[in-house]
T-cell receptor, first 114, second 108 residues
């Protein structure tokens, strides 16, 4: 079975540009999570969805960040405008709430904003 | 609020046993997870405890005491490939919240 798929794997962009990160959860999973990882702050939960509905976005840093999940197999995390401090690894993860609590991570999107 | 504490770094010798501790304070509790993360890679699931006691899976074991807000991950017969970051995480109100991670270095 395919795991969580994220794109792009690596992105370098200039400050002020819009960044869109994409995620395809594991088929059949009904919860999706977006995390950000930096050396300073570790792995932080940004937002999570249940059945495509955003449940908790309290971890989203500011209005420049937005996330959507238009259907069960696709989600986006958008940063507009991007800033150098947004440089981090962004992980998408998913789980099937009806089959336990284990969350599975994608390979991550490595973002550098210059 | 949520608070998860674990040591920042640990060093151990190949073939030895190492115990990584984790203490937590959360407003709700639906289980404690341990993940392994090698440098430049995604976190991968190691273990899950929701009831008190020890869960054993090969060379890895994880223990939970809910009354003490305490867990540990025990790694036996250490191998060089076990050098990685080990993340303690608590499931609370549908969210999986991670500690800062413990970087384990295994030396020959």
């Amino acid at each position: 079975d395919a795991g969580v798929i994220q794109s792009p794997r690596h992105e370098v962009t200039e400050m002020g540009q819009e960044v869109t990160l994409r995620c395809k959860p594991i088929s059949g999973h009904n919860s999706l999570f977006w995390y950000r990882q930096t050396m300073m702050r570790g792995l932080e939960l940004l937002i999570y969805f249940n059945n495509n509905v955003p449940i908790d976005d309290s971890g989203m840093p500011e209005d420049r960040f937005s996330a959507k999940m238009p259907n069960a197999s696709f989600s986006t995390l958008k940063i507009q405008p991007s800033e150098p401090r947004d440089s981090a690894v962004y992980f998408c993860a998913s789980r099937n709430r009806d089959r336990g609590n284990t969350i599975y991570f994608g390979e991550g999107s490595w973002l550098t904003v210059v | 609020g949520q608070n998860i504490d674990q040591p920042t770094e640990m060093t151990a010798t190949e073939g030895a046993i190492v115990q990584i501790n984790c203490t937590y304070q959360t407003s709700g509790f639906n289980g404690l997870f341990w993940y392994q993360q090698h440098a430049g890679e995604a976190p991968t699931f190691l273990s899950y405890n929701v009831l008190d006691g020890l869960e054993e899976k090969g060379r890895f074991s994880s223990f939970l005491s809910r009354s003490k807000g305490y867990s540990y991950l025990l790694l036996k017969e250490l191998q060089m490939k076990d050098s990685a970051s080990y993340l303690c995480a608590v499931m609370s109100t549908g969210k999986l919240i991670f500690g800062q991670g413990t970087t384990l270095q295994v030396k020959p």
